[in-house]
Nanobody, 114 residues
Framework: VQFVESGGGLVQPGGSLRLSCAAS????????MQWYRRPPGKEREWVAV????????SYTDSVKGRFTISRDNAKNTVYLQMNSLKLEDTAVYYC????????WGQGTQVTVSS
């Protein structure tokens, strides 16, 4: 099982980024997928989940209305569109299968700063 996150970077408050996570080693189309993040000096926290078909999504309150999770089962990839970014969105972002622990990918760093 492997996850490769990408798309992070440095962005000003109010900006946008689109994260991608390429997954391999399991039947991607049959599992719910989640995004997590680890802010500086804090524990990893859950951000969003998407069902195996993409028909259902859920978000932590702090990102509702700003972030959108989606997936492409043909590409074994899950995405996180992040709009109206805030300073507090600064974190390393990870994806994983819902309900599973390790292994984790290397994550992708998102830094929101003016």
């Amino acid at each position: 099982v492997q996850f490769v996150e990408s798309g992070g970077g440095l962005v000003q408050p109010g900006g946008s980024l689109r994260l991608s996570c390429a997954a391999s080693g399991f039947t991607f189309s049959t599992v719910n997928m989640q995004w997590y993040r680890r802010p500086p000096g804090k524990e990893r926290e859950w951000v969003a989940v998407i069902s195996s078909t993409g028909g259902s999504t859920s978000y932590t309150d702090s990102v509702k209305g700003r972030f959108t999770i989606s997936r492409d089962n043909a590409k074994n990839t899950v995405y996180l569109q992040m709009n109206s970014l805030k300073l507090e969105d600064t974190a390393v972002y990870y994806c994983n299968r819902a309900g599973w622990g390790p292994p984790w990918g290397q994550g992708t760093q998102v830094t929101v700063s003016s």
